[in-house]
């Protein structure tokens, strides 16, 4: 079998919480995790934020490790480079090449399905509780020795990324659930919403373009002409930025602009970091860190 996993640009949020539950889980996902054996929320974990990286935490998976991965809300799916997938003894499914593409719209990137016995973060005891599938890939950077995405490894629990404190961690969706009314004064509790087949978190803007919230992009708003032009930005000169090679194999340029202002829900953010990039059409709109972290 082969399918087409998409991913986008692997650059290394911001100065704000993120905080998520998938409810396409349901709360069914939740109250059977939590009737079994291994009901404890994990412990939070401290990350480090590199440049041209991200968001990079000690990771063990299926005991072995430590290893660096990346925490990326925009991946799709947690990833391993091979040589984690060999040390950690990790178990390949037959016939399940995934093709692999970026922003770029380039393809040359593989992988296989794969299935762990054990993830943990932080430290080495300090499960995770989610036993999905991964993507084992030859793609990664040398330095990064996975990608993990929270949506699908913190599954059923909720899930905080804190910048300032640099820290990530779990919350049980039964007990703790997110309300609109939990926002702070200036804030909003704005709601995900999730694409058909897919369990990336994208937000609303104003007009009813949908961005992609990405921890893994070092990109401010990323947008293509396409997207540019839907969000009414008349994309002047700018300052040409370091460009990235996505997991794809292909090379993203990107352009920083004028800042822009946008509206997700009752949140409007002003000035926000706005990058010109050359991605493929119906590529999604990107809230990177830049975009995030003034805020």
Wanted: no cysteine.
């Amino acid at each position: 079998m082969r399918r087409v996993f998409k991913t986008k640009a692997f650059v290394a949020v911001a100065l704000v919480t993120l905080a998520a539950w998938a409810a396409s889980y349901g709360y069914g996902a939740a109250r059977n995790y939590f009737g079994s054996a291994r009901r404890a929320v994990p412990a939070p974990a401290s990350f480090r934020e590199v440049e041209g990286r991200g968001l990079l935490v000690k990771t063990w998976v299926n005991g072995a490790g430590a290893y660096t991965f990346a925490i990326d809300t925009g991946a799709g799916a947690t990833i391993l480079s091979e040589r984690v997938a060999r040390e950690a003894r990790v178990a390949i499914k037959r016939d399940s090449t995934v093709s692999i593409s970026g922003l770029s719209g380039a393809s040359n990137g593989s992988g296989r399905e794969a299935t762990l016995r054990e993830l943990a973060i932080g430290y080495q005891d300090n499960l995770l509780p989610a036993h999905a599938s991964v993507i084992v890939t030859g793609g990664l950077p040398p330095d990064i020795d996975g990608v993990l995405d929270p949506t699908e490894s913190f599954a059923p629990l909720g899930y905080v990324i804190d910048l300032p404190k640099g820290e990530i961690s779990a919350f049980d969706p039964r007990t703790n659930p997110v309300r609109t009314s939990d926002a702070t004064p200036g804030g909003a509790v704005v709601p995900w919403v999730f694409q058909a087949g897919s369990k990336r978190p994208f937000v609303t803007l104003e007009g009813g373009r949908r961005a992609l919230i990405d921890t893994g992009s070092g990109f401010g708003l990323a947008v293509n002409d396409e997207g540019a032009r839907a969000l009414g930005l008349v994309p002047r000169a700018g300052r040409e930025r370091n460009g990235v090679r996505d997991l794809g194999g292909g090379q993203v340029a990107a352009r920083r602009i004028a800042p822009a202002t946008i509206m997700i829900g009752e949140l409007e953010l002003r000035r926000v970091p706005t990058d010109l990039i050359s991605s493929e059409r119906g590529a999604p709109i990107l809230l990177g860190r830049d975009a995030l972290a003034p805020f």
